[in-house]
């Protein structure tokens, strides 16, 4: 009887083990930010890879653009995956980004810049997600 006991505890010890070291799988989002007065339109690529490739974004609003367990943002913009260019509008002004993907100053704000991105990782019910923010700011509306 003794040793049912043992071997039960070391089973049931040997699947508590198993489950607390799983990996649980990454979940990669891509967010754009509105951080402007003014409705945005954007035109990302061509069809590219992302969820919606046309949109109109209000004001200080953001919208998921692009979902993966796999790629992240940088994995997507780096292998070329229909992503000619990336395009804002807003009232008056026009900014277009072109590839390629790069690692810049922060001072180049700019799609293809890593820098430029906020990437964020979090837990959501066991879950790792990898979330990446570009926000689109009123300096880049702006004209040299």
Not at 78 to 100: A, C, E, G, H, L
Not at 111 to 119: D, G, L
Request: aromatic content about 16%.
């Amino acid at each position: 009887m003794n040793t049912k006991r043992i071997f039960f505890i070391g089973f049931l010890t040997i699947i508590l083990f198993s489950f607390s070291c799983r990996k649980y799988p990454f979940r990669h989002e891509v967010w754009i930010y509105n951080a402007t007065n003014n409705i945005i339109d954007c035109k990302l690529g061509d069809p590219g890879p992302f969820e919606t490739n046309n949109f109109t974004l209000p004001p200080f609003e953001k919208k998921l653009i692009y979902t993966d367990k796999h790629n992240d943002i940088f994995e997507v913009l780096s292998n070329n995956n229909n992503v000619t260019s990336v395009s804002f509008y807003n009232q008056k002004d026009t900014v277009i980004w072109n590839p390629p993907l790069q690692e810049v100053d922060i001072i180049e704000h700019n799609f293809f810049n890593k820098r430029s991105w906020i990437i964020d990782n979090s837990f959501i019910r066991n879950k790792e997600f990898v979330i990446a923010t570009f926000t689109i700011t009123e300096d880049d509306f702006k004209k040299d």
